[in-house]
């Protein structure tokens, strides 16, 4: 019997309803997926192979979801209050399931569709966006949504990655930036509270901030790491970077206890930090950096520095520390983004090492790579089926037309898989595929009505 595993990451599915003015959902290709899934089984079909479908994390966006009571009705349109996006406990992440569930009917189906072929399977890893999945009652829901009740063993959840069959698959957050990270990401409870899951800065970043500014730039989600996409925003829009940096540092007392290495507190990143907050927190100081190139540039410096805390260490060294000012900043949002993906790299060479793999795939980075290891192993990143575009090597005009007219960017996809088959000797072979579409899928009016006919139903 043949086995193909098929690999995908960092879809984050919300509570639907895009279309419908949920400018948090940022998963709109329930139709595409459909038609992967149903092509894949179809295959499988013809031969008898057994088929998985593994998620390598972030598969569901829990931060974007507000908990609700099962009494109201999801309003995509409206923006509820924090204390909703933030509930992390079991009732309150079920809640959000139900949700998620409820907004991409056509996604689980096809999922029911693989769970219904006897040599079909389906492993959910969990990332930093759900790791929610976590909880048992979530698990249960899944499975009455994906019609398991018996044979559940073809039905995992794994709660860091999966390590067989010369497989490693990771979601990869525990790698890179401090603000994504866990102290113990297998039982991610909040030390404070059992009952609630701990959140890192990264996760609160979220709901406290990003999502308003998303509810403006829908399309930034697509810009990776967090720490990147503020490099960019201050070559692009001041204001809204001084905000975003406003909003994360003052989140630095949580990181440093909660995930920093012992002794970095007295670095000269937190003295950075120090500084940082101390201008942003002085009006007259800040009017100055509005007039002054000079002294915005010792304020990039300082800025640079103290991000320091919050991001992957830079192979290419402290690029923004010569004295930099405007749209001279993109090459340090460059540089972040290239460090994520060498440090992933570095990672994988270890897996291979630590777990006699001889594919690993990770997620995280929204970037779909393949790159060849020693012995005969493979390094790939799934990539992301959310909308997602490498900006690294953009200029200053590409960024501003970005900001411009983002519909002229989001008409193109690259839907990428992982695809695992294995040989005779059970020795697996990967490649990184591409679903592709001219755009994204438009409903028809037909479709548009049915939608129209259940709202009214509610």
Same mark, same amino acid.
């Given at each position: 019997m043949r086995r193909t595993k098929i690999i995908v990451s960092d879809l984050h599915l919300a509570a639907g309803y895009g279309r419908q003015g949920n400018r948090l959902e940022d998963f709109d290709q329930d139709? %595409?997926?459909?038609?992967?899934?149903?092509?894949?089984? %179809? $295959?499988?079909?013809k031969w008898d192979d057994e088929l998985e479908i593994i998620f390598a994390g972030d598969t569901f966006e829990f931060l974007q979801v507000p908990a609700l009571e099962y009494s109201e009705n999801f309003d995509p349109k409206r923006e509820y209050p924090t204390s909703c996006y933030a509930a992390s406990d079991e009732a309150a992440?079920?809640?959000?399931? =139900?949700?998620?569930?409820?907004?991409?009917? #056509? &996604?689980?189906? /096809?999922l029911?569709?693989?769970? +219904?072929?006897?040599?079909?399977?389906?492993?959910?890893?969990?990332?930093?966006?759900?790791?929610?999945?976590?909880?048992?009652?979530?698990?249960?829901?899944?499975?009455? /949504?994906?019609?398991?009740? @018996? +044979?559940?063993?073809?039905?995992?959840?794994?709660?860091?990655?999966? *390590?067989?069959?010369?497989?490693?698959? $990771?979601?990869?957050?525990?790698?890179? $930036?401090?603000?994504?990270?866990?102290?113990?990401?297998e039982q991610p409870?909040?030390?404070?509270?059992?009952?609630?899951?701990?959140?890192? #800065?990264?996760?609160?970043?979220v709901f406290e901030f990003f999502s308003r500014m998303e509810r403006q730039y829908y399309w930034m989600d697509g810009i990776k790491p967090i720490t990147a996409l503020i490099w960019y925003l201050f070559a692009i829009d001041y204001g809204n970077a001084l905000r975003a940096l406003k909003a994360l540092?003052?989140?630095?007392? *949580?990181?440093i206890w909660g995930s920093l290495r012992t002794g970095y507190a007295l670095s000269e990143a937190v003295q950075a930090q120090d500084q940082v907050l101390q201008t942003l927190d002085d009006e007259?100081?800040? *009017?100055?950096? =509005?007039?002054?190139?000079?002294?915005?540039?010792?304020?990039?410096? @300082?800025? =640079?520095?103290?991000?320091?805390?919050?991001?992957?260490?830079?192979?290419?060294?402290?690029? %923004?520390? &010569?004295?930099?000012?405007g749209h001279t900043v993109l090459p340090r949002g460059r540089d972040e983004q290239r460090a994520q993906r060498e440090r992933l790299a570095r990672v994988a060479e270890v897996k291979r090492i630590q777990e006699g793999a001889r594919v690993i795939v990770f997620g995280h980075v929204h970037e779909p790579v393949q790159v060849e290891l020693e012995n005969g192993a493979t390094y790939l990143n799934a990539g992301s089926w959310t909308w997602c575009r490498d900006m690294s090597d953009a200029s200053h005009a590409e960024w501003l037309e970005l900001f411009k007219d983002p519909e002229s960017f989001m008409q193109s996809r690259r839907l990428t898989y992982v695809r695992v088959d294995y040989d005779d000797a059970n020795v697996p072979h990967a490649q990184l595929y591409a679903f592709e579409l001219e755009r994204a899928p438009q409903q028809t009016l037909w479709q548009r009505f049915r939608d129209w006919l259940s709202s009214r139903e509610e």
């Open positions: 139709e %595409a997926f459909g038609a992967l899934m149903a092509h894949l089984l %179809a $295959e499988c079909k992440s079920r809640r959000k399931m =139900d949700l998620i569930i409820q907004g991409h009917p #056509v &996604f689980f189906k /096809a029911r569709d693989i769970m +219904a072929y006897p040599r079909g399977r389906i492993c959910f890893i969990k990332g930093n966006h759900d790791v929610n999945l976590h909880w048992r009652e979530v698990q249960t829901l899944i499975r009455a /949504a994906l019609g398991v009740v @018996q +044979a559940r063993d073809r039905l995992t959840f794994e709660e860091r990655c999966l *390590s067989r069959e010369g497989l490693y698959v $990771e979601h990869g957050n525990q790698y890179l $930036e401090w603000i994504n990270r866990w102290p113990d990401f409870h909040d030390p404070s509270n059992p009952r609630e899951l701990y959140l890192p #800065v990264g996760s609160r970043f540092v003052r989140q630095l007392p *949580s990181l007259r100081r800040m *009017s100055t950096l =509005d007039i002054s190139l000079s002294e915005r540039s010792k304020f990039y410096n @300082q800025v =640079d520095i103290a991000l320091d805390l919050y991001g992957v260490e830079r192979s290419g060294g402290p690029l %923004a520390r &010569f004295g930099v000012y």
